[in-house]
């Protein structure tokens, strides 16, 4: 049974495909990471260095933002990610004839 | 893939060959109840809505009601009204007379519960005979027309059942077919992933404006989408932001381009992968793409739904160990051993491509075989 899942070759983050344990060494296809604390099933783990402020890409895309440096091994959630949304509406204006 | 089909009138091809009771106001469930109930094949659709309600509503009332009669899964249609009805079942025959056998009643008009019962169930006999001889025909991926749903949602859903049901949404896309993706408030946080797929900037313009009503009606009502979002749950179950809940949501869409947005009760006027504007919650989403249209709903989930539709074949796809156990009986494509055993993603696809083959050839759904039926006419201030 795999451990994990890379979903895009862009990916700096896998997901646990179980509950990873710290310092139990995971991957495949030449990729192992040790894993830094317990992870839980679903959650990710970072794959490479990711430098505070950098982008977290899952799927192939931007999720979040490191708010802090985030190493190999690393529970990425929301302790050391910034959520990009923070008042949708302002990040997405329509000027006042476009809204119709 | 080639697949056989009922070709209707105007040539649009159904993959069922239901005779469909449609309560045009709630007024009239009892009997379309009656009459479902009675005849093993009549399907009926109950409405919750239909009368004093506002502009909007009243819209989506009328032209789900069409759109529902017009799905190529309806050989024959009965609208049942009450006679004093917003949308009344008169003017919706009109609309559709020609296009396949259609009748309506007014129970004013008939004189009562009795009397519309007895003139039913001869309308029932009449087009259960007329359309269960039709016969099939073959037809090919290009005249498909699929719609994509998640619901009881788990972290399996959003890495493995959708992007397996993406990929499936693509292959129909290339080969010339239609895919629908709806639940609109499930956006939020991936717009810029759809704008970016866009044919032309009306489109770009009108997904910008769905989501600004909605988060509008939503502030309104206290609630701003990116407070509630992700929920405690999503959290808990390792969901980070809501860009990476939103990009989960959308997987299903694959990454063809997107030709247009269609309001809820809209055809897509052309092949090719469209948006549809309609409400997150499973039973008004299947519903609304009922009303698009839509021959076969692909329906990922982790936690695992019985949902059905009365005139879709839903078929129900999960990747979640978990939900195998407790659900299987419900769910008729397992790809958990996309998580379990390490298996690839498009093997996911291929097995439901292989699913849609075998329901489109008269193989029931899980859901269709145990009796799940549920609609829900889609309402303005549902997200």
Wanted: contains cysteine; negative net charge.
């Amino acid at each position: 049974m795999a451990s994990v899942l890379r979903l895009n070759d862009d990916d700096n983050v896998v997901i646990a495909l179980r509950p990873l344990s710290q310092g139990e060494m995971v991957g495949k296809n030449g990729l192992t990471i040790a894993i830094r604390s317990a992870i839980p099933v679903g959650h990710k783990v970072a794959i490479n260095r990711i430098p505070k402020g950098e982008p977290v890409i899952k799927f192939g895309q931007t999720i979040g933002y490191a708010s802090e440096d985030i190493q190999p091994g690393e529970h990425v959630h929301v302790q050391n990610v910034i959520d990009p949304v923070k008042n949708w509406k302002d990040q997405h204006p329509l000027t006042r004839d476009e809204r119709k | 893939m080639e697949l056989e089909g009922y070709r209707r009138i105007g040539g649009k091809i159904g993959v069922r060959n239901h005779v469909l009771f449609l309560a045009t106001v709630v007024c009239s469930n009892t009997i379309v109840r009656g009459i479902a109930t009675a005849w093993s094949d009549v399907v009926g659709i109950e409405n919750n809505a239909g009368c004093v309600a506002l502009a909007d509503d009243q819209k989506f009332n009328h032209d789900m009601l069409l759109g529902l009669a017009r799905n190529p899964n309806v050989g024959a249609v009965v609208f049942v009204g009450l006679g004093c009805e917003q949308a009344p079942a008169k003017d919706l025959f009109r609309e559709l007379e020609g296009e396949k056998p259609v009748a309506y009643v007014h129970i004013q008009e008939e004189g009562g519960t009795s009397k519309t019962l007895e003139k039913c169930h001869i309308l029932a006999k009449q087009f259960i005979e007329e359309i269960r001889n039709k016969s099939k025909e073959t037809f090919g991926m290009d005249e498909l027309i699929i719609a994509t749903k998640c619901g009881g949602s788990d972290w399996t859903t959003t890495i493995a059942s959708n992007p397996a049901v993406g990929i499936v949404s693509d292959r129909v896309v290339q080969a010339g077919g239609t895919s629908l993706m709806g639940e609109t408030a499930g956006w939020f946080g991936a717009e810029e992933a759809l704008l970016r797929r866009v044919r032309n900037e009306q489109t770009k313009l009108d997904i910008l404006r769905l989501l600004h009503g909605k988060y509008d009606e939503s502030e309104r009502r206290g609630t701003k989408i990116e407070e509630a979002n992700p929920t405690p749950g999503n959290i808990a179950g390792g969901i980070t932001t809501l860009a990476e809940k939103a990009m989960g949501t959308i997987k299903k869409s694959g990454e063809s381009p997107i030709e247009g947005v269609l309001s809820i009760g809209e055809y897509p006027r052309h092949p090719g992968l469209w948006l549809m504007d309609n409400p997150g919650m499973d039973i008004g989403s299947i519903s609304g793409m009922a009303g698009a249209g839509a021959q076969i709903i692909l329906f990922t989930t982790g936690r695992g739904t019985p949902a059905g539709s009365p005139i879709c074949p839903v078929i129900k796809i999960s990747a979640s160990p978990q939900g195998m156990k407790l659900m299987g009986e419900n769910i008729d494509v397992d790809i958990s051993d996309i998580i379990t055993d390490g298996a690839s993603i498009v093997s996911g696809a291929d097995r439901i491509e292989i699913a849609i083959q075998k329901v489109i050839k008269g193989q029931l759904t899980r859901s269709e075989l145990l009796g799940h039926r549920e609609f829900i006419m889609p309402q303005m201030g549902v997200l």
